[in-house]
């Protein structure tokens, strides 16, 4: 992890920071790696039983389900561009978008699906190098597009083109803005979780007719039992781990399991599951993000007290920055320790007493529809850290999942 005194561009270089018997929780922003504490089962049992104990009616999950897109249009329009930072750790970690951006790369696509206000692909453009390169950007909310199509970035692009549409992943069609099998890297950033399970299928087919044979997808989402999981309110929980935030978009909490079946058609190999991936944050020690639907903030009840660093719920006056994982150790030997699986037979298993380890409609992978395999995995794995918030001494675990799936050669799609 890389972490300092500086807005998150990069200068701040103190590394490694693990949590030892002997050290002072209080004494630093961050720790990597840290396991949970002797009492998560009994919080996230806790949690998940009053959540289900109010979740949202019947009657009303149509609201959520039938017109997503108009909740993002809503949120967009209360906060045009001013809710999520630039991603900043992206070309850090994923070091695909910076050989794309560079002057020899040559023809180069690049596709990002749920763009947003543009907060992943503009930092990237202002760095493009390659004449070359050309950038479509997507989202199902036609007002984020319009904030897209506004930047002065996009009217007048330093180096390289780029085209903004509206589209769903979900569609039953590729866009038809961009030619089939055209892209080299996709990019999906806090996109999945926004989708109904029953969605997924037709994105993950979407995804295998955009890109191209070897293409690559680079993705990073929620985990499963992340502090925002568990903070959620009642009236929230439309199924086990998906639900609603209090602007009413959606929310899904992921297991890396649920993201190798749909890439993949069937659970990660051990050695293929990599470890957690470090990050880097400067956490909010005065609290000015407690907001939620109690007033103040942004009427999201999934809000922390510090930045989401990397997630959809990033704040204004925080900035983060992460590292690559491959150069970064994963404890403080450098080995790799690999990221544990949940026994659902097991009375221990946090899984076991809370939700099912993966979604019913993946129980069964023949039934998705998919000609797997579509894609191989180059990385999966998962980011459990403890971040604190010193001023108020606050614990936050949080916990995110990030792959990346090359798109197979002769795979179906």
């Known amino acids: 992890m ?45 949690s998940l039983a009053r959540q289900r104990a109010a979740p949202v009616p019947d009657h009303d999950k149509p609201n959520y389900n039938t017109k997503p897109a108009k909740h993002w249009d809503n949120f967009y329009k209360t906060n045009a561009s001013n809710f999520f930072k630039n991603r900043k750790w992206l070309p850090l970690e994923f070091s695909e978008l910076v050989a794309a951006a560079d002057l020899s790369a040559g023809h180069r696509t690049v596709v990002e699906v749920g763009c947003g206000a543009g907060n992943a692909i503009f930092p990237l453009l202002a760095q493009n190098q390659n004449p070359e390169l050309h950038i479509h950007v997507f989202d199902y909310s036609s007002h984020a597009i319009k904030l ?26 590729p866009p038809p803005s961009l030619a089939p099998r055209s892209a080299d890297i996709l990019l999906l950033v806090f ?12 994105a993950i087919s979407n995804i295998a007719q955009i890109l ?27 199924e086990d781990n998906f639900y609603i ?39 909010d020690e005065e609290g000015k993000n407690d907001g939620g639907d109690d007033g103040g903030g942004t009427g999201r009840d999934d809000e922390v007290e510090t930045e989401d660093v990397g997630a959809q719920d990033e704040r204004a006056d925080i900035h983060g920055l992460m590292p690559s994982l491959d ?49 191989t995995i180059e990385q ?34």
């Not at 996009?154 to 979900?170: E, F, K, M």
Request: a negative charge; glycine letters at 8%.
């Open 2 to 46: 890389a972490m300092g005194d500086d807005d998150g561009d990069g200068n701040g270089d103190e590394r490694g920071k693990f949590l030892t018997e002997n050290a002072d929780v209080w004494s630093q922003n961050a720790w990597d790696h840290v396991p949970p504490p002797a009492d998560q089962r009994a919080i996230i049992a806790a």
């Open 148 to 173: 897209v199509q506004n930047n002065p970035l996009y009217t007048s692009p330093p180096c390289g083109t780029i085209a903004a549409s509206v589209w769903d992943l979900s569609s039953a069609c």
């Open 245 to 283: 935030r209090g602007d009413s978009t959606r929310v899904y909490f992921f297991e890396l399991d649920e993201l190798a079946i749909l890439f993949t058609g069937s659970t990660a190999p051990i050695a293929q599951v990599d470890v957690q991936v470090n990050e880097s944050t400067k956490v």
């Open 191 to 202: 996109v999945f979780s926004a989708l109904h399970p029953s969605e997924w299928p037709r």
């Open 380 to 413: 999966l794995g998962v980011d459990r850290r403890l971040l604190v918030n010193r001023k108020r001494q606050l614990k936050m675990h949080r916990v995110w999942v990030q792959g990346k799936f090359r798109r197979a050669e002769g795979g179906g799609g």
């Open 327 to 375: 150069q970064n150790p994963a404890s403080p030997d450098n080995s790799y320790d690999p990221v544990p699986r949940p026994d659902p037979s097991s009375s221990s298993s946090l899984s076991s007493s809370s939700t099912n380890v993966i979604h019913p409609s993946l129980e069964d992978p023949t039934t998705l529809g998919l000609a797997h395999p579509l894609f």
């Open 212 to 238: 191209k044979p070897g293409g690559l997808v680079l993705m990073r989402d929620f985990g499963r039992h992340d502090l925002t999981q568990l903070r959620l309110k009642a009236g929230r929980l439309l």
